[in-house]
Every structure is written in structure tokens, then in C-alpha cells.
């Protein structure tokens, strides 16, 4: 029979302490200091105090906690690691494979003095696969020491949460159904993608129309009440409240995806609401308000020149300019939407009444490594950084690079090398800007000739829209400086310009709340990311909630990744801020 809090909470400290017993391994310590805090408000607050008693040992204590752990490719242990290590299939594959694990393994335990550590359940619960363990393996043996012994204890971490799961019978079934439908999901992408397993889902494609499909029958699914597809390709899904005046409550997030991207960046904002509203219809409850969940088309800026398509288009913000431009293909914005059926002349109908609407929610995932450093599983965020991008052209002469003199060269590499030093310089002197180049290119470029030519990428991003433009300014003046010092031309193009967007200080709190209901410390953060709330944030109320990635919180990237479980805990506190707002508006 499965443990329950109540249960732990009264036990007698002997009792408690075998009710806990082994789920960092042969460490009871970690257990007997947890306990002290009791009684805990819920199993996510336990969760933390056991992560807080690892984190408040000292060094020795740490590392010793790590060397006790079994070798993933010795003799097979007893109990729950047992069975994780069946999961995973370690005892059986070829003598080949076998090998090839012990020697990593060995590799590891020569570089790093403790075996490796490995969640073997994986961030869904259910098991990573025998190659995914060796492919992991072999890439952290390229981790620093310090870097791989906070790895190996965050992997304990998570190995203790799926135990405490699962005597407790604690199954996170919001968070699974949520990670099934983003791997569900990310098996549309775009050509010279999906050939090599990787997701790459821009606006219009036949991929990125097979994923609005999906999205609006999931939604039907849900109980949805009304779903469309809208003129800019947003899937809209609406939750009715119980009379047709009242109020909306609007949330979600965009559905494109990077290049080579994650399954959580947007989407994870969608899927969300969507289990809610499926919870709230398994309920028999409506709202006192609709509940508007939206797909975003577009906010990613990858095939054509322009972003936030469709939450812009939401607040006016669509350009019928955007409409002429043209992808690597040559085709246009427009003919991308016909040939989508989708009408260009009604996007500006999408405009939404701000007076309708009680204000905008998004649910996202970090997208950095601040909350898996801190071992929390959500944030509320405090505001979103403003941003700037420019394209940029810098026209020198080509010119033979044997024959030509050094003194004598007009070279646009060059003087776009100075640019990236002084973009890196510049923004470390503000603290919180930041500053990137992300492409760049020599068209046409030749080992043997000096390039005339060379075009880069401009991210500029800051806290404040003062501090962003400051930030501007600087890096403008210093491109104007480099080029009439080196005799070359330049064309500047700025692509977007995103104002910085504060969170509503009632919609923030609101976020607080539902954290704490959990029995979650409450951590307070700024986003350095761009996200669809930043365009909604112009005509109404907005705040968000970050929700922890796993491998240091890398995003834009195939490692991108968060666990069931730390969505459940986001879909709860989702929940909960559905009904408070519903005791607030009745």
C-alpha cells in the first residue's frame, strides 16, 4: 500500500525515517534532515527539503553521497536500482555493447573519482534507452569536474523524486499526458529535418499545418467548446463560461519551433491550458470567464524576416508589408498564406477588444539554467527583457589575398570580427544586457580571396527599454567607427523591436499564489527571452510562469527538456490560478 503525507507527517521519526529510507541510496542522513522540517504541506514541499538537505551538507558530504552510488555497468544492484537498470536494458545487448559501456564507464570513474550517475527513468518516469544512457555517458565525459559532480547530484535528485513518486503513488498523470502529446507532437517537421530525427517547424509549412491540425482536434478532444483556425494560422480553442458577456481570460503560446529545435519552447504554453480544460470538463465546472487558449502561429522569426505573426496580430500589430517578403525558396508571405488557405485581408479583424479581457497568462519553459541550478521546478516572472535585432551588411572590396598588401585591403570579415568582440565587450559592461551574433556569413567567400563582403546578426536585449537602447546606440556608433576607419560601406536593416514588458504586479501575484498552494518556495525572476506575452503586454495585463529545464536548462537545442513532473506542478498551479480568479470574478 502506498504512503501518504498524512501518514509521514505523524509517524514517529523512526517510522518516517524508513518510509524514506534509500532514496538517495545508503545516505539516511538526507532523510533524517528532511524530517526535521515536518510537517510538510505537500510532497512537492518534501521533495525540496530533501534537495535542501543534500544542498546544505558540506563538500565531503556531497561527494561522498556520489561515490556510494552503484556502477551503472557493475554487477547488478539489489532493490529500486535494480530495477531501473532493467528499464533501461543494461544487462542485456551484444558483448560489443557491453564493452563499449564498461569502457566509458571506466573512462569516467578515471576522470572524475565517482561512478556515474544517471536518472535511468528518464524525465517522463518510464525509462531511458539503452543507447540514450551510452550516448549521455560518452557526452558528459567531456563536462569539467565541478560541472559533472553538480550533474550527477542534480541525476540523484531526480532519481529520489520518481522513488518518492512512486511510494506514494504520487503518478504525475497531467505532466505524462503533457509530455506524451509534445513527443506526439515533434514527429512534424520540416523537410532535411525529419530525414535526421530533428524538429524544425516553420511558419506554413506542410509541417507546421499538420501541427495546427493536431493541435485543434486535441482540443475538441479536451472539451473545447469552439476551435478554428484563424487568418494568421493561430489555433484557437475557447472554454465558455456560463454567460455569453462575460469576461477572457486569454492564454498560450506559439507552436513554430527554431531550427534543430526542443518540444517544450511554446509549446509546453499551450499543451498546459489544454489539460486544464480537460480537467475542468471532467469536473462538470465552468468558469465565470471564457477561457481563450491560443496556439500561436508564429514568433519565432525563422522563415521569414519578421515575428510574433500571431500574437501580433492579436493587438494590430501585423504588418501588410510583411506580406511582399520572401523565404530562402523565394516565396512569399503571401502565397504562403494562400496556398495555406488562409485569407491575408482578415488578419486585421483578429484584433482583440483589450476591454473583453481580464488580461494574458503564458506557461513557458525557462529556457536557461537558473531554476535547475536553484532546484525549483517554477518561477513566476517579474518581467521580460526588451530586444532589438538588426541585419547587417558590410561592403569592403575583394581583392586577391596574396597580392594584397595588408595595409592596402578593405576587408568586411574583418571589420565584422571587431563588431562581435565589441557586441561581447559592451553588453558584459551593463550586467544584465546581452548582447549576440548569431549569423554570420561571407557570401560568396573564397580561402584565397579577401572578403568584400560579410553580413551578420544583431540581438541586443536589456531589462529596460533605456538600457536596450543605450545598448543600441553604442553598438551603432561603434559600427559606424569601424567601417569609416576602414573605408568600407554598410547597410543596416533593424528586423524587430520588441518593447520590454514588465509583469502586471496582480497578475504576478496571482502566479505567487498558486506557487506557494503547492508548497513550493516562491522565486521571483526576470526573462531574457522574447515570448508571445511580450506582444499581448502592449494592450493588456500580463505575467508569466517559468517552468524548469532539465540539462542546465539548455533550450533551442534537441537537449532541451523538462520532466512530468515539474509540468504536473505547473498545470496544478495552473489550476489553481483558474479557480482564485474565479472566486475574483463571481
Same mark, same amino acid.
Given at each position: ?84 537498470? $532493467? ?143 484563424? +487568418? ?239 545598448? +543600441? ?38 502566479? $505567487? ?46 537537449? $532541451? ?26
Amino acid at each position: 500500500m502506498a504512503h501518504t503525507l498524512a501518514h509521514l507527517n505523524s509517524a514517529s521519526p523512526a517510522d518516517a525515517a524508513a518510509m524514506l529510507d534509500g532514496l538517495y541510496g545508503p545516505a539516511p542522513w538526507i532523510a533524517q534532515r528532511a524530517l526535521q522540517s515536518r510537517p510538510f504541506r505537500s510532497l512537492a514541499d518534501l521533495r525540496q527539503r530533501l534537495r535542501q538537505a543534500v544542498g546544505d551538507a558540506d563538500a565531503q558530504a556531497r561527494l561522498a553521497l556520489v561515490r556510494a552510488q552503484p556502477e551503472l555497468a557493475g554487477p547488478a544492484p539489489g532493490g529500486e536500482s535494480a530495477r531501473e537498470q $532493467e528499464m533501461a536494458g543494461l544487462a542485456q545487448g551484444t558483448a560489443d555493447e557491453q564493452a563499449r559501456l564498461g569502457e566509458l564507464a571506466a573512462a569516467y570513474g578515471a576522470k572524475f573519482g565517482f561512478p556515474f550517475v544517471l536518472a535511468l527513468r528518464g524525465p517522463r518516469g518510464t525509462g531511458l534507452s539503452r543507447p540514450q544512457v551510452v550516448d549521455e555517458l560518452a557526452r558528459r565525459l567531456d563536462n569539467p569536474p565541478d560541472a559533472e559532480l553538480q550533474e550527477a547530484l542534480q541525476h540523484l535528485h531526480r532519481i529520489a523524486e520518481i522513488r518518492l513518486q512512486d511510494r506514494f503513488g504520487d503518478a504525475p498523470a497531467m505532466g505524462n499526458d503533457i509530455w506524451d502529446w509534445g513527443e506526439q507532437l515533434a514527429a512534424h517537421s520540416d523537410p532535411g529535418y525529419a530525414e535526421k530525427g530533428l524538429l524544425t517547424v516553420t511558419y506554413l509549412t506542410d509541417a507546421h499545418r499538420a501541427c495546427a491540425q493536431q493541435l485543434s482536434q486535441w482540443m475538441r478532444d479536451c472539451g473545447f467548446d469552439e476551435v478554428g483556425i484563424d +487568418a494568421v494560422g493561430n489555433v484557437v480553442g475557447r472554454y465558455l463560461a456560463g454567460r455569453a458577456d462575460a469576461p477572457t481570460l486569454l492564454t498560450g503560446s506559439h507552436y513554430d519551433t527554431v531550427r534543430n529545435a526542443g518540444k517544450y519552447d511554446g509549446r509546453l504554453g499551450i499543451f498546459v491550458p489544454m489539460a486544464c480544460v480537460r480537467e475542468l470538463r471532467r469536473r462538470g465546472r465552468r468558469l465565470p470567464y471564457h477561457l481563450e487558449v491560443v496556439g500561436f502561429a508564429e514568433e519565432e522569426g525563422q522563415r521569414y524576416r519578421a515575428t510574433f505573426l500571431g500574437s501580433g496580430a492579436l493587438v494590430g500589430g501585423f504588418r501588410p508589408e510583411w506580406l511582399d517578403q520572401k523565404d530562402a525558396d523565394g516565396i512569399s508571405m503571401r502565397d504562403a498564406m494562400a496556398r495555406a488557405g488562409l485569407r491575408a485581408e482578415d488578419i486585421p479583424a483578429l484584433r482583440r477588444d483589450p476591454a473583453r479581457y481580464l488580461g494574458f497568462v503564458e506557461v513557458h519553459i525557462e529556457q536557461g539554467p537558473v531554476l535547475y541550478e536553484m532546484g525549483l521546478p517554477l518561477a513566476a516572472v517579474t518581467s521580460i527583457n526588451g530586444c532589438l535585432r538588426y541585419q547587417v551588411q558590410i561592403l569592403g572590396m575583394a581583392c586577391h589575398a596574396g597580392t594584397t598588401p595588408m595595409d592596402r585591403r578593405r576587408d568586411a570579415a574583418a571589420a565584422a570580427a571587431e563588431m562581435v568582440l565589441y557586441v561581447e565587450r559592451r553588453a558584459a559592461r551593463d550586467g544584465n544586457s546581452v548582447g549576440t551574433v548569431g549569423m554570420l556569413e561571407v557570401p560568396g567567400g573564397s580561402t584565397n580571396v579577401v572578403p568584400g563582403e560579410c553580413r551578420f546578426t544583431l540581438d541586443l536585449r536589456a531589462p529596460s527599454d533605456a538600457q536596450r537602447d543605450a545598448l +543600441a546606440r553604442d553598438v551603432l556608433a561603434e559600427l559606424e567607427a569601424v567601417c569609416q576607419r576602414r573605408g568600407l560601406r554598410y547597410a543596416l536593416e533593424e528586423s524587430m523591436r520588441a518593447a520590454a514588458a514588465p509583469s502586471d504586479p496582480a497578475w504576478q501575484r496571482r502566479w $505567487e499564489r498558486a506557487v506557494d498552494a503547492l508548497g513550493l518556495p516562491v522565486h521571483r525572476m526576470p526573462s531574457g527571452a522574447g515570448h508571445d506575452a511580450m506582444k499581448l503586454h502592449e494592450v493588456m495585463p500580463q505575467a508569466m510562469l517559468f517552468v524548469r529545464g532539465q540539462n542546465s536548462g539548455i533550450s533551442h537545442s534537441p537537449r $532541451e527538456s523538462t520532466s512530468s513532473d515539474d509540468i504536473q506542478l505547473a498545470a496544478q498551479a495552473m489550476l489553481h490560478l483558474l479557480d482564485a480568479l474565479a472566486d475574483d470574478t463571481k
